[in-house]
């Protein structure tokens, strides 16, 4: 019995910003762990905007990053994002 080779999903990123609502698919497609290390990385970035991961031309996200507000570390100086 002949198997042939799963193909890769492609998976993309949707950036939401809430002033003005405006939602963009960015330009990226990966994995879904690809993807997913991209979108946290961008929400860590660009407190308030929402980025959500979705298979490429889906409607279901399979993943959401965002990050409400940061704070930042009296001891270490970091930066750090809080949900």
Same mark, same amino acid.
């Not at 990123?13 to 961008?42: N, Q, V």
């Not at 660009?46 to 996200?61: K, P, Q």
């Given at each position: 019995?002949d198997k042939k080779p799963?193909?890769?999903?492609?998976?993309?990123?949707? %950036?939401?910003?809430?002033?003005?609502?405006?939602? @963009?698919?960015?330009?990226?497609?990966?994995?879904?762990?690809?993807?997913?290390?991209?979108? %946290?990385?961008?929400?860590?970035?660009?407190?308030?905007?929402?980025?959500?991961?979705?298979?490429?031309?889906?409607?279901?996200?399979?993943?959401?990053?965002?990050?409400?507000?940061?704070? @930042? *570390?009296?001891? *270490?100086?970091?930066?750090?994002?809080? %949900?």
């Amino acid at each position: 019995m002949d198997k042939k080779p799963m193909e890769e999903t492609l998976y993309e990123i949707e %950036e939401t910003r809430y002033r003005p609502r405006l939602t @963009t698919r960015l330009d990226f497609k990966g994995s879904l762990k690809e993807t997913k290390e991209s979108a %946290e990385e961008l929400a860590r970035q660009n407190t308030g905007i929402r980025y959500a991961v979705f298979r490429a031309n889906g409607f279901l996200a399979g993943h959401q990053a965002y990050w409400h507000t940061t704070i @930042t *570390c009296p001891k *270490c100086a970091e930066v750090i994002p809080v %949900e």
